[in-house]
């Protein structure tokens, strides 16, 4: 079958589901009507019942906490597919070590490059922890504060050709981070089991205002967190090729 | 007038189709398939607008002022961080699947072989 | 409630005006063949994107969208063109067809 053929059965097909699409959104309540009553009560009732000013985090980590746990193992998989793709034939193909190579000639950042990234770098990490710590009260939360903290460690690699510290082993490390963040999700749902009723029931005391309200919804911000970053950087890593990494110069 | 968000999206939709159908790039088509998750962000975003609403953060207006819906929000907001991995996902299929035929160009490839 | 949302138009006009550039920005995206140059055209695409979900009052989703759409999915996007055209340089000096059709290079452009 030529391209042309393809291209104009590609053509029909799409503009048939561009009428479906259509009729179906004109059915809609016209845009700026909105007639839900969930949306409604919910926004109503953030306050009150958990303390916590940031509707849309309670929503995620609390009321519908559950659809957060399936999201972040979808996360947490794509991650292991990640590394079972690129991990595999690593050793075994000729040639991988002359992309190492290539990689590996290019020159390395200039001294003021390095300089700018070790002063951008902590204030990024520093944004980040904070839109993490304030998720249930100002607009951010685990998953946004969790890609500004990759963001900061991405910073600091590309500025200075070097992603952690000396001493810490950094593709451990991360995946570690990782792990830890999506287990302990797990283990804040098992909380609420423990105390007696159902599994991510909000169960740690609400405080009145401030950092420490809203019961579970700071832990479960932090532990997003630390699974968002750490899967981010793990699949930057990979991509990277780890060898470049292992050893830290 | 007010159809104007939910033309944009179909409008993505079919954009992001069409980048996918003609692309002679494995990368190429990834990204292509990210604008067409940006429509949905759109629909979901668009269904919970109410005019002249708030957005729902209480943190310097009392409750009870009328604000969009929260629930499309956390949808999307979920949705955007987790589908960036997904990419990645793809990408790495990309590059292994690069590795496997020699090229990105998907006309070329021939059957999979265990 | 239905008076006072029929007195004020529904679509402001920063909307309608981010609305149409994201439809610009999505025809953009799709029509750049190159991954290197799309990668630059969807960072600016994520940005307007999440222009446009603060003008729809969503200003986590906006948060997430910038920093997803203009900071980890070029990085994505350029990691994995880098590690494949390091394999086509090698291919193409071998001899074999390569994809993109531009061997380069291997050493001659940063990380």
């Known amino acids: 079958m030529s391209r042309r053929v393809r291209l104009a059965i590609f053509g029909v097909g799409v503009a048939g589901l561009a009428a479906l699409l259509v009729w179906g959104l004109a059915g809609l309540p016209d845009f700026g009507n ?26 995620t980590f609390d009321y519908r906490g559950f659809d957060t746990l399936g999201e972040e193992f979808i996360l947490f998989i794509s991650v292991i597919g990640v590394l079972a793709l690129l991990r595999t034939h690593r050793d075994t193909e ?28 902590p204030l990024v990490l520093v944004l980040g922890i904070y839109i993490v710590a304030h998720g249930h009260l100002t ?55 423990i105390a007696g009723a159902q599994f991510l029931h909000n169960f740690l005391p609400l405080g009145s205002s401030g950092l420490l309200t809203g019961g579970t919804i700071p832990l479960a911000n932090v532990s997003v967190g630390l699974a968002v970053a750490g899967g981010v950087i793990t699949v930057l890593s990979e991509l990277l090729d780890q060898r470049l990494l292992r050893r830290a110069r | 007038m007010s159809f104007l968000p939910y033309a944009v999206a179909v409008w993505l939709f079919v954009v992001g189709l069409w980048g996918v159908v003609t692309s002679r790039n494995l990368i190429h088509l990834v990204i292509c398939l990210t604008v067409v998750q940006a429509s949905t962000y759109i629909v979901l975003l668009g269904i919970g607008y109410r005019t002249g609403a708030a957005a729902p953060i209480f943190a310097d207006i009392p409750t009870g002022t009328p604000t969009v819906d929260p629930v499309v929000q956390a949808l999307t907001l979920t949705d955007v961080v987790v589908e960036a ?30 | 409630m239905t008076a006072a949302a029929a007195a004020t138009p529904a679509l402001t006009a920063l909307q309608a ?27 600016v695409f994520g940005l307007l994107l999440a222009a446009l979900f603060f003008a729809f009052q969503a200003p986590d989703v906006a948060l997430s969208e910038i920093t997803v759409g203009t900071v980890a999915l070029p990085a ?21 067809r390569t994809g993109d059709g531009r061997p380069r290079n291997p050493g001659s452009e940063p990380t």
């Not at chain 1, 949306?39 to 009732?45: E, F, K, T």
């Open chain 2, 85 to 114: 991995t997904v990419v990645a996902l793809l990408l790495a299929l990309a590059v292994q699947a690069e590795r496997r035929f020699g090229t990105l160009d998907p006309k070329e490839f021939g059957a999979l072989r265990g």
């Open chain 1, 94 to 121: 000729e040639g991988d070590d002359l992309e190492v190579e290539a990689i590996r000639r290019a020159p390395p950042p200039s001294e003021s490059l390095a300089l700018l990234g070790r002063v951008l770098a």
């Open chain 3, 76 to 96: 994505m996007i350029l990691l994995a063109v880098a590690r494949t055209r390091a394999r086509a340089a090698r291919a193409g000096a071998a001899g074999q």
């Open chain 1, 139 to 193: 607009p951010g939360g685990g998953f946004a504060g969790g890609v500004v903290l990759a963001a900061g460690l991405l910073v600091l690699y590309l500025t200075t050709g070097r992603i952690a510290l000396r001493r810490i082993r950094p593709v451990e490390t991360f995946e570690a981070v990782e792990a830890v963040g999506s287990f302990g999700f797990v283990l804040i749902g098992i909380g609420g089991l």
């Open chain 3, 17 to 43: 005006v981010l609305l149409l550039a994201v439809a610009a920005g999505g025809l953009a995206v799709a029509a750049t063949r190159d991954p290197v140059r799309q990668a630059i055209v969807a960072s």
């Open chain 1, 34 to 59: 909105y007639q839900g009553r969930y949306g409604r009560i919910v926004a109503r009732s953030s306050v009150p019942q958990r303390k916590a000013t940031d509707a849309v985090t309670v929503v």
